[in-house]
């Protein structure tokens, strides 16, 4: 079975900083997507930042750039999601999230909170 282990999240003071980590197992596969969504409470999920390694590209949703750090580790299947300055609209649920070929496996979600 696929795992997704998350960790970080909590509770931050507007401008302040949080670090996420995921790491993942139980699938077999040099070509996927992983990183990183989040759901507000009454809004849909939204991705926020991932890695395709299919051809190497990062993505980062618009809100977040200049402000958010992705990395990852391919060898070791885990990324990491570095959230400066923060402010209370990045307040979520946020959910690793990794997909190859037609296979989607979820992590169980990490609250941020930041408060204004």
């Known amino acids: 079975d696929v795992q997704l282990q998350a960790s970080g999240g909590g509770l931050v003071q507007a401008g302040g900083s949080l670090r996420l980590s995921c790491a993942a197992s139980?699938?077999?596969?040099?070509?996927?997507?992983i990183g990183w969504f989040r759901q507000a409470p009454g809004k849909e999920r939204e991705g926020v930042s991932c890695?395709?390694?299919?051809?190497?590209?990062?993505y980062y949703e618009n809100s977040v750039k200049g402000r958010f750090t992705f990395s990852s580790e391919k060898a070791k299947n885990t990324v990491s999601l570095q959230m400066d300055r923060l402010k209370p609209e990045d307040t979520a649920l946020y959910y690793c999230?990794?997909?190859?070929?037609?296979?989607?496996?979820w992590g169980q979600g990490t609250l941020v909170t930041v408060s204004s």
């Open positions: 999230n990794v997909a190859w070929g037609s296979n989607n496996a």
């Open positions: 139980g699938f077999t596969s040099d070509d996927y997507s």
């Open positions: 890695i395709s390694y299919r051809d190497g590209s990062t």
